[in-house]
């Protein structure tokens, strides 16, 4: 639980205020972010370095992966009391700088902004199948409002003919990601063994996988087409979850990505707030072909940026960050 007693009294709010930030979420946990301290201000950059060119050749996903973590940044800096002023994409000339997050002093924050803070501790993706148990309309009201708050839209699929549809284009994406060589090449190279001591990367305990396996699974991933595999699994997860939902933006560039992310993270929190599971079936938005069908199936005007299973389930593991002095500065 974030409680005002967890908090540093003075001084170092702001990197203690980091340090929740790089809790969020970032495709194939590459935590594509650095921080810098200016003043009263934190400097949100974009970390090139850990781009997925085949995954996401445009930085799509790296760019809402950093506006998740300038989410909980904004979140962890109102628990502390701070007033927060957020500016995206200050300077035309540097795109990698993404935000400049002013602060001053400002009220206290809300029993629903402490909400969001106390998530933060105990949120992780949960990739199990979820329980036969509907999410309240009351909820995903809320759920559809976080994300309107963040400039984003939120698209469930409640008809059965939409979940029939999705899964259909997620099944055709798994196969066309998976026969790509590099497209396993590259996930290979950010699985992680169960007992490794990297600070990055996708876990095989994340994805259920036990310690002897998890140290094969980069071998496999990167020599065999599981295509058909993953697409059955996939399959029965959609059709296992109560609630399947699509976020999306108006436009489809660096702002609005960044927007996506903020809007992922405060339904991240919200969830995890309630209780409720979410995991990610991204693949038809991850293939060119298909994002339009997605776009479609929405019925909504924009571009869909995320695809989220949510539901009520056993939670999800903690994963590694890399340590603060590795994102600063
Ligand atoms: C933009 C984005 C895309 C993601 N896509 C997937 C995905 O397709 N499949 C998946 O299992 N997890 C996906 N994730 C979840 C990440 O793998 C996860 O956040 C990361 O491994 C850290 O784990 P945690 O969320 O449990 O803290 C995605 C996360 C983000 C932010």
């Given at each position: 639980?974030?409680?005002?007693?967890?908090?540093?009294?003075?001084g170092?709010?702001?990197?203690?205020?980091?340090?929740?930030?790089?809790?969020?979420?970032?495709?194939?946990?590459?935590?594509?972010?650095?921080?810098?301290?200016?003043?009263?201000?934190?400097?949100?950059?974009?970390?090139?370095t850990?781009?997925?060119?085949?995954?996401?050749?445009?930085?799509?996903?790296?760019?809402?992966?950093?506006?998740?973590?300038?989410?909980?940044?904004?979140?962890?800096?109102?628990?502390?009391?701070?007033?927060?002023e957020?500016?995206?994409?200050?300077?035309?000339?540097?795109?990698?700088?993404?935000?400049?997050?002013?602060?001053?002093?400002?009220?206290?924050?809300?029993?629903?902004?402490?909400?969001?803070?106390?998530?933060?501790?105990?949120?992780?993706?949960?990739?199990v199948?979820?329980?036969?148990?509907?999410?309240?309309?009351?909820?995903?009201?809320?759920?559809?409002?976080?994300?309107e708050?963040?400039?984003?839209?939120?698209a469930?699929?409640?008809?059965?003919?939409?979940?029939v549809?999705?899964?259909?284009?997620?099944?055709e994406?798994?196969?066309?990601?998976?026969?790509?060589?590099?497209?396993?090449?590259?996930?290979?190279?950010?699985?992680?063994?169960?007992?490794?001591?990297?600070?990055?990367?996708?876990?095989?305990?994340?994805?259920?996988?036990?310690?002897?396996?998890?140290?094969?699974?980069?071998?496999?991933v990167?020599?065999?087409?599981?295509?058909?595999?993953?697409?059955v699994?996939?399959?029965?997860?959609?059709?296992?979850?109560?609630?399947?939902?699509?976020?999306?933006?108006?436009?489809?560039?660096?702002?609005?990505?960044?927007?996506?992310?903020?809007?992922?993270?405060?339904?991240?929190?919200?969830?995890?707030?309630?209780?409720l599971?979410?995991a990610?079936?991204?693949?038809?938005?991850?293939?060119?072909?298909?994002r339009?069908?997605?776009?479609?199936?929405?019925?909504?005007?924009?571009?869909p940026?995320?695809?989220?299973?949510?539901?009520?389930g056993?939670?999800?593991?903690?994963?590694?960050?890399?340590?603060?002095?590795?994102?600063?500065?």
């Amino acid at each position: 639980m974030t409680t005002p007693e967890t908090i540093p009294p003075t001084g170092d709010k702001l990197a203690w205020a980091i340090a929740q930030a790089v809790r969020a979420p970032s495709s194939h946990n590459t935590q594509p972010w650095r921080f810098r301290i200016h003043g009263d201000a934190i400097e949100l950059f974009a970390d090139r370095t850990r781009a997925l060119p085949v995954a996401d050749p445009d930085q799509r996903e790296l760019t809402i992966s950093c506006g998740a973590a300038l989410f909980h940044l904004r979140t962890a800096l109102r628990v502390c009391g701070f007033d927060v002023e957020v500016d995206r994409l200050p300077d035309h000339t540097h795109p990698d700088l993404l935000a400049r997050v002013t602060v001053r002093a400002g009220p206290e924050p809300t029993e629903d902004e402490r909400a969001l803070g106390a998530a933060i501790a105990t949120r992780a993706t949960s990739r199990v199948p979820y329980l036969g148990v509907t999410v309240p309309d009351d909820l995903v009201d809320r759920l559809r409002r976080d994300v309107e708050a963040e400039d984003a839209w939120f698209a469930p699929l409640p008809e059965e003919s939409q979940r029939v549809r999705l899964v259909a284009m997620i099944m055709e994406a798994d196969h066309l990601q998976w026969e790509s060589h590099p497209f396993r090449r590259e996930l290979a190279r950010w699985m992680r063994a169960n007992d490794s001591p990297a600070r990055d990367g996708i876990f095989g305990y994340a994805f259920g996988i036990d310690n002897i396996e998890s140290h094969f699974a980069a071998m496999a991933v990167r020599l065999m087409d599981r295509g058909a595999h993953e697409a059955v699994g996939h399959a029965h997860l959609a059709d296992a979850s109560p609630l399947l939902a699509v976020i999306g933006t108006e436009g489809d560039w660096a702002l609005p990505w960044l927007r996506a992310g903020e809007a992922l993270a405060r339904v991240l929190l919200r969830a995890e707030s309630e209780s409720l599971r979410v995991a990610y079936l991204n693949q038809p938005v991850e293939v060119p072909v298909l994002r339009g069908a997605v776009g479609e199936l929405t019925g909504r005007v924009g571009s869909p940026q995320l695809i989220l299973r949510i539901g009520y389930g056993a939670q999800g593991p903690a994963t590694p960050r890399r340590a603060l002095s590795e994102v600063l500065g």
